[in-house]
């Protein structure tokens, strides 16, 4: 989506004003299946849409700070991360929640039963540069956005959820809202001086001498192709010639998203590194779930995403499916797993109010739509995007909850956007299975079969807007993955940590699909941006399955 903020620009108090009804039924709020950028235009004054379509709106302040906090009850390693907190305003003190962005196109606010999330509100601008209404991000690596303008103090569109329980079991009730700033926090916002971190580089070729294949699907690696191959965690659709130059009224957001610097892994910080945390942490020196280097073949997903922008959905699916399986062996390790069904990626992309179909989205987001709608499975609703082309709408039958796959819970790896790191990493995976991960990926990575792959993208863009915090800054990404383990191997008489990674361009790429990735450097991006999705057994197929072992 056309949309660019970060944590700064939303620091302080916010009016959030929801519909008066909660639904039994999903609500779109506006928005269709999938989400479109059209139709988000099309809402204008969306406190007023609410308003005429919903009646009433209940009103709730709260003030989003960059103070962070624990949360004790959460499983390990999840009791260790530093959440952002959220607070009254009225008394100011302690913490009633917890908030997050989502990359730099929406905002998640989590206050106990409720969760709201929305994208901020963006508008097109109307002059003879931007002639048409363009699906995608129009979005390039240092941020700068074409054609559209954000408002980071006001949500564009936005679903509001409340858990419940209905015999004994989570489900949730629907509504909408909307919501605005109302005053800025002028205590922790702090921007550095552009010039401070802005390095210009070319893309950095491989000092391990990682092996190379020519892919004949790959040959065509034209600007377009590339983009379609691509569009990770959000998609940069082609565009009219005449757009390839980036112009801006807003000299706010101009050239804010530079290079890293004298930081060095991230935009903010520089991370020690942890050589020793394997015995400290009790973490071995390789670990993986499963992959084609150690001789398996994965069965969860051996098609590739076409020139479709789905490696979002097919890399969280890939997370629900892999973690499924690890928790049911390990409750019932005596039954064969091997044919049961897999949750569809299709679903995803074709019926996700919250991400934009075959123009991209975020894991984050469908962690979010598995836990509160679910997903049929892969034999319901087949993967069949052609080389052609792919799907424009929703037509799967929402069936029975009973017939659909659901995730217990999901989050940022770290507590927060802008909060994961490598250890994180490894101690999320180590306990609990795969994790999704974003990486601004090089057109070298196309041709990857073998080795460890430590190539750096050309003008990787990144920022540091909160220097004070302890949070890492902004990176550029534009694909997703999954990291299912992690090792280390002597390279050319040199120890080199790596990522063990599952892509989402088939079996037919790298090793099975499979590729190593250098580790604890946050490569492309890789250690910047993580997402967990945990199984729920207490509904749908799961619990089917389970109450047959009973």
């Given at each position: 989506m056309p949309l660019i903020n970060q944590c700064s620009d939303v620091l302080g108090i916010w009016r959030i004003l929801e519909t008066e009804?909660?639904?039994?039924?999903?609500?779109?709020?506006?928005?269709?299946?999938?989400?479109?950028?059209?139709?988000?235009l099309k809402l204008g004054d969306y406190r007023r849409y609410l308003q005429a379509r919903y009646g009433g709106l209940r009103e709730t302040v709260v003030e989003l700070v960059d103070e962070r906090h624990y949360r004790r009850s959460e499983l390990p390693p999840r009791n260790q991360w530093r959440y952002l907190g959220v607070r009254d305003p009225a008394s100011g003190h302690g913490f009633i929640g917890q908030w997050t962005?989502?990359?730099?196109?929406?905002?998640?606010?989590?206050?106990?039963?409720?969760?709201?999330?929305?994208?901020?509100?963006?508008?097109?601008?109307?002059?003879n540069d931007c002639p048409m209404v363009l699906e995608g991000s129009q979005e390039d690596s240092h941020g700068n956005v074409q054609c559209y303008r954000t408002t980071a103090?006001?949500?564009?569109?936005?679903?509001?959820?409340?858990?419940?329980?209905?015999?004994?079991?989570?489900?949730?009730?629907?509504?909408?809202?909307?919501?605005?700033?109302?005053k800025d926090d002028k205590r922790h916002s702090y921007v550095l001086d552009e010039s401070s971190n802005a390095v210009l580089r070319n893309e950095k070729h491989s000092i391990n001498k990682w092996v190379k294949r020519d892919y004949a699907e790959f040959r065509d690696l034209s600007p377009f192709r590339f983009l379609q191959l691509h569009k990770g965690t959000y998609f940069k659709s082609i565009h009219h010639s005449h757009l390839s130059e980036y112009r801006t009224s807003d000299t706010h957001f101009a050239n804010r998203f530079m290079q890293k610097g004298a930081h060095g892994k991230y935009a903010c910080k520089a991370v020690a590194d942890a050589a020793d945390y394997y015995g400290e942490m009790e973490l071995p020196r390789h670990w993986s779930w499963g992959d084609s280097f150690s001789g398996e073949t994965d069965i969860i997903q051996p098609f590739s995403q076409g020139q479709c922008g789905s490696c979002y959905a097919m890399a969280s699916i890939y997370?629900?499916?892999?973690?499924?399986?690890?928790?049911?062996?390990?409750?019932?390790?005596?039954?064969?797993?091997?044919?049961?069904?897999?949750?569809?990626?299709?679903?995803?992309?074709?019926?996700?109010?919250?991400?934009?179909?075959c123009f991209g989205g975020f894991p984050f987001l469908v962690g979010k739509h598995l836990t509160e709608l679910g997903v049929l499975s892969e034999s319901d609703s087949p993967y069949t995007m052609k080389l052609e082309g792919g799907t424009s709408s929703c037509h799967v039958k929402q069936d029975s909850p009973d017939d659909r796959w659901f995730a217990a819970s999901y989050g940022y790896i770290g507590g927060c956007y802008e909060c994961t790191s490598e250890l994180?990493?490894?101690k999320e995976v180590y306990h609990h299975g795969p994790v999704a991960v974003a990486i601004d990926a090089p057109q070298s990575l196309f041709n990857y079969y073998n080795g460890v792959y430590d190539d750096e993208p050309a003008n990787h863009g990144s920022n540091c807007d909160l220097p004070l915090s302890s949070l890492n800054g902004w990176e550029y990404t534009n694909h997703a993955i999954i990291i299912v383990g992690w090792g280390e191997e002597d390279v050319e008489g040199v120890l080199t940590k790596f990522w063990v990674c599952r892509n989402t361009w088939g079996n037919d790429?790298?090793?099975?699909?499979?590729?190593k990735m250098k580790r604890g450097v946050n490569l492309c991006g890789v250690e910047s941006q993580a997402v967990y999705i945990d199984p729920d057994l207490t509904r749908g197929i799961a619990a089917r399955l389970v109450k047959s072992q009973t």
């Open positions: 009804t909660f639904h039994d039924e999903p609500q779109t709020c506006g928005g269709s299946l999938p989400n479109r950028n059209l139709d988000n962005l989502v990359y730099d196109e929406g905002l998640d606010i989590d206050i106990g039963p409720s969760r709201y999330f929305g994208f901020f509100k963006y508008v097109k601008i109307d002059n103090s006001e949500i564009g569109i936005g679903w509001a959820t409340r858990k419940v329980f209905k015999n004994g079991k989570p489900a949730f009730t629907y509504g909408c809202f909307y919501a605005e700033k109302v997370v629900l499916a892999r973690r499924f399986d690890i928790l049911l062996r390990k409750l019932y390790p005596e039954t064969n797993w091997e044919h049961t069904a897999r949750p569809s990626v299709r679903d995803i992309v074709e019926c996700s109010p919250f991400n934009q179909g994180e990493i490894m790429w790298g090793i099975g699909g499979f590729f």
